[in-house]
């Protein structure tokens, strides 16, 4: 048992320390901010109400009442994290309808402090499953899931985006969760999810290092890494926006913004499929296409992405010509 609760206060040391980070993380959004710090902490609060449940376990009847209020609160918070998780990464308009459906789970539980449905505290202070238990892990399963289809959708917004990382880090909180439901002598839920948080924080803020929020491409220290760590030969193409600055000066930054997102949009379009799209600069870009997929004729690219900027300039006059460079 000393294991037990030492791990615990690991768990909830570790996430009041990832939390801390979180809050002072310049790369993240506060959007980002805001909800990894509630999850962390929620995770850390999970696992003490957890650890100090099983402590009022079986203890003086008198404890009786404080037990089923720790119980209600770990039962409660546990799905809103992967809500917290999913929102720090990504907008959803049904946010409301999310959290308006937890806070009916949470009035369920609360209910169950008196009914014992789902859980109950009997008259010896001994904590049991009610007969509908199992609407607490379809809840949690379900907003796993949520979880795993916000982190995939980020991910797909970037190249590179490593679905199969993603989709490992979401087995591992799955695992953890059907273990301690098959054997709640194995506690390892709040391991889990704060293993899992801490993974998914690490891919984030990777994501963020490589990436261009503005067009979603990669960025110069990702063009930089690719270019040093090549062995072998590939095809390089660099574009630039021809009379960019004039463009800024004359319809403003913002249409400027625009224009870069076309592009970026236009190349991931054109050459995504056989290689990497990078904006190395202000008004320039770069593709790096891997050898493995050399088969492509350059040139037909090349005309292909002229003619959709053509198509791109005709639907809007004011859309800036690109030069185009290439080498293997």
């Known amino acids: 048992m000393k294991i037990y609760y030492a791990s615990t206060f690991l768990i909830a040391f570790a996430m009041l320390t990832l939390a801390t980070f979180a809050s002072r993380n310049t790369i993240l959004s506060e959007q980002s901010r805001k909800n990894s710090v509630a999850a ?3 995770i850390g609060l999970g696992a003490m109400m957890e650890c100090v449940g099983f402590a009022l376990n079986g203890a003086d009847p008198a404890w009786r009442i404080p037990h089923m209020i720790v119980k209600f609160v770990e039962l409660s918070v546990t799905p ?43 008259a010896a202070n001994v904590y049991h499953h009610g007969s509908a238990y199992f609407i607490y892990y379809i809840v949690l399963f379900l907003t796993t899931l949520y979880w795993l289809y916000a982190v995939l959708k980020y991910g797909s917004k970037w190249q590179n985006n490593n679905s ?40 984030y803020c990777n994501v963020a290092l490589n990436n261009d929020p503005l067009t979603l491409l990669l960025n110069r220290h990702a063009f930089e890494a690719k270019v040093q760590s090549k062995a072998k030969h ?94 293997f």
């Not at 273990?179 to 891919?203: H, M, P």
Request: hydrophobic share 50%; charged share 15%.
């Open 40 to 42: 962390c902490l929620l």
């Open 164 to 203: 199969y990382t993603l989709i490992m880090i979401m087995i591992l909180v799955l695992v953890a969760t059907v273990v301690q439901a098959i054997d709640n002598e194995i506690r390892v839920v709040w391991l889990g999810l704060g293993a899992g948080l801490a993974l998914f924080y690490i891919y």
């Open 80 to 122: 809103f994290i992967p809500v917290l998780i999913a929102h720090a990464f990504m907008q959803n308009k049904a946010r409301k309808v999310i959290f308006a459906v937890l806070g009916i789970h949470s009035l369920l539980q609360l209910s169950s402090m008196h009914f014992g449905f789902l859980f109950y505290v009997d």
């Open 234 to 327: 590939y095809g390089i193409l660099f574009f630039d926006i021809n009379n960019f600055k004039t463009i800024n000066d004359t319809y403003g930054h913002a249409y400027g913004d625009s224009c870069l997102k076309t592009i970026g949009e236009l190349l991931r379009a054109v050459y995504g499929e056989y290689g990497y799209c990078y904006r190395i600069g202000g008004d320039e870009f770069c593709v790096i296409a891997e050898e493995k997929q050399r088969v492509f004729n350059i040139e037909e690219l090349n005309a292909k992405f002229t003619r959709i900027l053509k198509n791109q300039k005709e639907s809007d006059p004011r859309c800036p010509s690109v030069a185009v460079g290439y080498a």
